[in-house]
């Protein structure tokens, strides 16, 4: 896509409705700025037909190794890397298991680089990198779908043989031309004309949510909806963790809290020591043989 027909896109378009915005008071533009918020579900919903076999494929391949990557430039990166980051507390994965590279560098997160977005060949260099194997899943998220740094690493992540997916928020770009799986989510213009990291941001923030919850769901890292892995790693979360051991085990606090000590605050294991009636040795044997699945290690004889 060139830069002269950049303004045929619809992230890029000027919305008549928000030509005062200027004027407006403050409750006038809160107002409109949620009304305008309201209609990104939807746009999400619409592309469900193709969110869904993306993540099917994605819980595929980490079934079996595999990684899950976000590729970014500007606002996409930093959603990218925001959603990976809050992968290790809440689902006690390694730091590899999912992350985000980010056009520019690790700077560029808080201080934007001129022109890292429109560097084909880093983007590519970045995947190679990166080490990307047929086990990984690529996602480059480019709000315009046309960011030549973000369809370079895709193109070049795919050649390498993983799953690889573009997510927009315009529709027939280039980006899901690059992908496997292209997924367009049609948000249309923003309050404040080009201003993606509004509507288009946080459709893409509703995205990546399905896709690492959904994929670590499917790890077995749930027990009905409660985040079984996480680290229990200040007095919220210990917190947290006490109040699910008594849900899963139907216990009073104190023999939660006394399961948690002994099992080092693993949620699993406390779990399994107290429902099977197991030390902290046979339970943890229990749940590496159910292969970290706690619903499998509970009800298996």
Known sequence: MTVENLGALATESVDPRYARIDQMSVAELAQTMNEADATVPAAVQRALPQIVPAIEATAERMSQGGRLVYVG???PGRIGILDASECPPTFSTPPGLVFAIMAG?????VTPVEGAEDDADAGAAAIDEAEITPLDTVIGIASSGRTPYVVAAVRRARERGALTVGLSCNTGVILSDAAEHGIEVEVGPEVLSGSTRL?????????????STIAMVRQGKAYGNLMVDLKATNHKLRERAIRM???IAGVDRETAVDALERADYDVKIASIMIRRGEDLTAAT???ADADGRLRTALEES
Not at 105 to 109: M, R, T
Not at 199 to 211: D, E, H, P, R
């Open 105 to 109: 560098g690790p700077g560029a997160i």
């Open 245 to 247: 051991v008594q849900t």
């Open 73 to 75: 430039a500007g606002t």
């Open 199 to 211: 509507k288009s941001g946080t459709a893409q923030k509703l995205v990546l949510n399905m896709f």
């Open 285 to 287: 044997i229990r749940l």
